[in-house]
């Protein structure tokens, strides 16, 4: 598994997480869909900037959390198909 896919992965999890969505969205906005700017971002979700940022900053939080916990212990990363539905 390539770092895209365990980044991408990752991003996925988040939503499985209490309050995760906003926090998704965030991510995918930055890291998946390659926003210009966190300007453009926010506009894209239509969230305040300040906001966008602070879901950002949870979510790329988190991220690094999910990317250590498979780095040092194997914790297994959920692929799409994978993930338990809501």
């Known amino acids: 598994m390539g770092l895209k896919d365990v980044v991408t992965s990752a991003i996925g999890s988040l939503p499985l997480e209490r309050g995760g969505d ?16 966190q ?31 498979h780095e040092l212990s194997g914790t297994p990363l959920l692929s799409p198909a994978d993930r338990p539905r809501r």
């Open 39 to 69: 300007a453009a971002a926010a506009r894209r979700l239509g969230l305040p900037l300040s906001t966008y940022r602070r879901h950002l900053a949870w979510a790329t939080h988190r991220i690094t959390r999910i990317m250590w916990e």
């Open 22 to 37: 906003k926090g998704y969205r965030a991510a995918t906005a930055a890291y998946v869909e390659g926003a210009s700017t």
